[in-house]
């Protein structure tokens, strides 16, 4: 069967039949194109690209132009699956008119299908009024990086009765702003397994367990090319970056030692042009 672009109303059925939601990240045309020949469902240009690829602490320093300019290779390279760009700290906390600009930013200048915002309560009404202005939302929820800070790390969120109820109840709240699904990140299995039980729209776990209606990982992680650390829940399913490496040493010795490039790497000319040049 030919193969059709992935829509939110492919999400939405996926849900209603009990169907796995696949996602992964991508930052760039190349690796956008291997996730989508994967014939995973979606892509999200993560905020993550701060840490993966352009080595900053945390996901904070990350700029509008920064993701569009990477949201656009991605677009490139993607065919079929259902393009999320991530709206960076700072885009969307000013005004809802400079949250829906910068949304539409996504949409118009990088052809993204929809954008994702972290927050529950705080982002409830900039949420409706970027959906309203016809610009699909992905929520997330639990742990969200943005805000690490005041989250005190890293952490594992809704392990308490009241901290699970507070995470349900704002799943709820964006589901009422219009929200087409909801990323649930380092939330108890049982926690996101009520939430998505609750939930008309899909649930996709990033570290939330295999309860979710969906999964996503940052692809860095998952192939193991972002080394200096793997939060507990990635599956490491190739370790690249020892790879690599050795490709790249090995490199350097063969040059330094005459090896490379041999004549299969090189380029000659006919020894009858040789011959008039020597004589020029």
């Known amino acids: 069967m030919e193969r059709k672009k992935f829509t939110i109303v492919d999400m939405q059925n996926k849900k209603r039949d009990g169907k796995k939601i696949t996602m992964l990240t991508a930052y760039d045309y190349p690796m956008a194109r291997l996730v989508d020949d994967a014939g995973i469902d979606s892509i999200l240009v993560g905020d993550s690209l701060g840490m993966v690829v352009l080595g900053y602490e945390s996901t904070v320093p990350v700029t509008m132009d920064e993701m569009i300019h990477h949201a656009k290779a991605v677009r490139r390279g993607t065919k079929y699956a259902f393009l999320v760009g991530d709206m960076p700290f700072g885009s969307y906390q000013i005004s809802k008119e400079e949250a829906i600009r910068n949304a539409g930013r996504f949409m118009k200048e990088a052809g993204c299908d929809a954008v ?21 939302v992905l929520g997330h929820l639990g742990l969200t990086p943005q805000t690490i800070s005041k989250l005190g790390g890293f952490r594992v969120q809704g392990k308490t009765a009241e901290g699970a109820t507070k995470i349900l109840d704002q799943a709820l709240k964006l589901e009422r702003a219009g929200c087409f699904a909801v990323v649930l990140e380092c939330v108890p299995n049982e926690v996101a397994r009520m939430i998505t039980e609750k939930l008309k729209i899909p649930t996709i776990s990033c570290g939330g367990g295999p309860y979710c209606d969906g999964q996503v990982l940052v692809t860095n992680d998952m192939v193991g090319i972002f080394d200096r650390f793997t939060p507990k829940f990635v599956k490491q399913y190739i370790k690249l970056s020892p790879l690599i490496l050795d490709a790249f040493k090995k490199y350097k010795e063969e040059v330094e030692n005459g090896i490379f490039p041999d004549e299969e790497h090189s380029f000659t000319i006919k020894e009858e042009e040789l011959n008039k040049l020597k004589k020029k």
Do not use: F, W
């Open 116 to 136: 994702k915002l972290e927050g529950g309560d705080e982002v409830a009404e900039v949420t409706k009024a970027i959906v309203d202005a016809g610009i699909p």
